[in-house]
Each structure stands twice: as C-alpha cells, then as structure tokens.
C-alpha cells in the first residue's frame, strides 16, 4: 500500500491511469456518469472504482456535485480562453468563429467520456451550479457575438436570430456522440463548416480553415 | 374514494390533470424525471406524486423503465408518423423537409416537459430501449433523406455531409429550452428557417414557410 497525498493508504492496487488521486477520481467519476447516470452513482461507487476508501475521497471533493462541477467546469475552460483571445484577434470574425467551433467540437470529441451529456441534467438548475453555468453563458455569448459580426461581414442576409445557432451546432457533437457510441471524428470539419453558410457567408471554406489552423 | 379501472382505490382526491391513471402516472414521472432526474426517481415517488399507492402503478407500468419508454414514444410517434407521409408526398423537398422540422420543433416546444433532455440518458443504450431507439433512427433518416433531396434541388454546393444536421439542429431546441427554462417559441419559426440554407438552398422562405403550413 502506498501513501498517496492526503487521505488514507490504498486499499488495493491502484485501478485508473491518471496523474494523481484527484485525476484518477475525476475519471472514475465521468466513466460512472456517463454510463450509469447521475442519479444512479454514489461517492461510495466512485471510491470503489478507484480503489479508495471513501473516506479518502473527501478529502479531494467535499461532495458528488463538487465531482460534478470540476468535470463539467473542465469541458468549458479550454474553448472560453481561446473565445477571450479570439475576441481580441485581428482576424475576421469567419476565420476566428471557425477556429473556436473546430477547437471545441475536437475538444468536445476528444475527451475521454461524453461529458457534455450531463449539460441536460435537472441537478444544474440549482444555485450549486450557478458558477458553471455563468461561464457556459460566457461562452455562448462569444459564440453569437462573433456570428452577429460573421453576419454582418458576410452582408448577405441572414435568418433573423441565426447568430444563435453556432454554439448549438457545435454542441450537437455531443447528441452525435451519444447516439453513434464513438466520437464523430467527422464532424470536426462537417460542424465548422456548416456554421459559416448557416450565416448567409459565401467565402472559401478552404482559405478560412487554413486561417483558422493558424489561430488555434 | 373512487375506483379508477383497475388498481385500488385512491388513497386521496386525484392531484394532477389527465384522462385515465395511466396519463396522469406519465405526466407525473415526466415531471420528477425532467426535475429531479431519472436515477433519483422512484416508482414510489411517481404513485405519491400521483396520489395512489406504489401496487396501483404497477397496475398499469410493469416498471421504471415502462413508464420512460411510454414517454419517449409520445416524443417521437407524432413527427415519425408526419415524417412517413411527407416521404411519399408531391411537394418539393425543400417545403416537406422545412414542414418536418416546423412541427417538429413545435411539438419539442408544446409538450409540457422537456422530454428530449431524457434522450442522453445512459439507460436507454440497453437493450430494453432498442425500439425506441430504432424510432428515433427511421426519424434520423427520413431528416437525412428529406436534405439529401434538398441538396439535389438547390443545385448548389452544400458542405459534404451537411445532410446529417438539420435533425440535430431540430433537436437543439431542447438544449434551448433547458437552457431558457421556458419552451423558445422564437425557435419554431428560427429552427426550420436557418435548415435549408444550411443545405445551401436559396429559394423563398416566405413562400415554402406558407407552402410548408398547407402540409401539417
């Protein structure tokens, strides 16, 4: 038994890849959400998974919503610092909309486990989750501050409110992802290219990916 | 105290609206699994909610997951059966495939729960599921079929693959009305219209949304 941070010596081997307890927890945890439910998973059957005593647990998380929080937080934290750099970047607004769109659906499929899934859970609704979800806002709203100005570039006219629809495209990666049981590699270029013409912008899709390469 | 078909009789006046017991069990479970989540709910939880006992319930659902599958026919049954005839009728793709998504966004928005947030749960990838989602499959195809056709027509070059996102930004109404907390009956008209020129169909959406309507 080897001692491993705080909390009690292992009970057993360790089970999980990951760098330290706290990863192998966080993993543990999304492969039992995913694919157990929620509702259906205990911090009792997360410890297990680990091979920790439970006890050992909370002395990384204070509790399943905590686990909950940091997984959900680490889907969002990647594509909200290239949405505030990108926001700043001298770029057109098409290439810097495509370079957020194809970082995150990579992101978004990339992952070990589906996590976006649990983006529809009930228990997000309460004040627990209020911070997680002002920063999914944050991103939303980069997401359409950059087709109002994708649309205004491309001049043509665009459906009225379709600046809303970019980041619900990307997100779909995540219902394709659940339905197909693998990550839709394809739908790392499909997504980002059919955000731009979903804004009546009729550029060349070839010149705007090698822009958007360049940026991410 | 009033015999309600079969099951005992009421413990308490009925609490909820609905036809027969069997409706207000649905409306009941769709209302703790959309709010509280599926894993957290009960049986027990659905018959108090209803107001009658647990063996009562059990008259008419033979478990949990009977109760979910029921709810998730009712999310499909209406726009698969909408889907079928519009497969085989006269009007250009591009008014059938728009007819399509309008209801169906519509009946998303309409239903009093959000029922599509439960399509991501892990419990329906079991074998107990496979019906419904062999349903939801033959929907996904007629989308695909309906924008392959749309693709022809326009003439023009849509993004390779761009047939498989119009069902998924149908289906993103769900993720907005989660998101919104209230049904987003902007999107009923928004959803349909941003469809076709994601296929790179430049017709009249004035003329197909009136073309469209005549069909439903």
Redesign the interface.
């Known amino acids: 038994m080897t001692q491993l941070g705080p909390g009690r010596p292992r009970l057993e081997p360790r089970r999980r890849e990951g760098q330290t307890p706290r990863a192998e927890i966080l993993d543990a945890a999304a492969e039992l959400f995913?694919?157990?439910?929620?509702?259906?998973?205990s911090t009792r059957g997360i410890a297990d998974a680990v091979g920790i005593r439970q006890a050992s647990l909370y002395h990384h998380f204070a509790s399943k919503d905590d686990i909950l929080d940091a997984l959900l937080a680490g889907t969002i934290t990647a594509p909200l610092e290239l949405a505030e750099r990108l926001a700043v970047a001298p770029e057109s607004a098409a290439v810097r909309l495509y370079a957020l769109a194809r970082f995150d659906v990579s992101q978004l499929c990339a992952a070990r486990w589906n996590l976006g899934?649990l983006?529809?859970?009930?228990?997000l609704?309460s004040e627990r989750f209020a911070a997680f979800r002002a920063r999914r806002d944050e991103l939303?709203c980069h997401y359409e501050t950059l087709a109002v100005a994708v649309i205004a570039e491309a001049g043509a006219t665009?459906?009225?409110?379709?600046e809303?629809?970019p980041f619900?495209?990307v997100?779909?990666v995540?219902?394709?992802r659940?339905?197909e049981?693998t990550p839709p590699e394809?739908a790392e270029q499909?997504?980002p290219?059919?955000v731009l013409?979903?804004l009546?912008w009729k550029g060349d899709?070839s010149v705007t990916r090698a822009a958007a390469a360049h940026l991410v």
């Open positions: 995913t694919n157990n439910g929620y509702g259906s998973t899934a983006y529809l859970l009930p228990e609704r939303r665009a459906v009225p409110g379709a809303l629809l619900r495209l997100e779909s995540i219902n394709i659940s339905d049981g394809y499909l997504i290219d059919a013409p979903l009546g899709l």
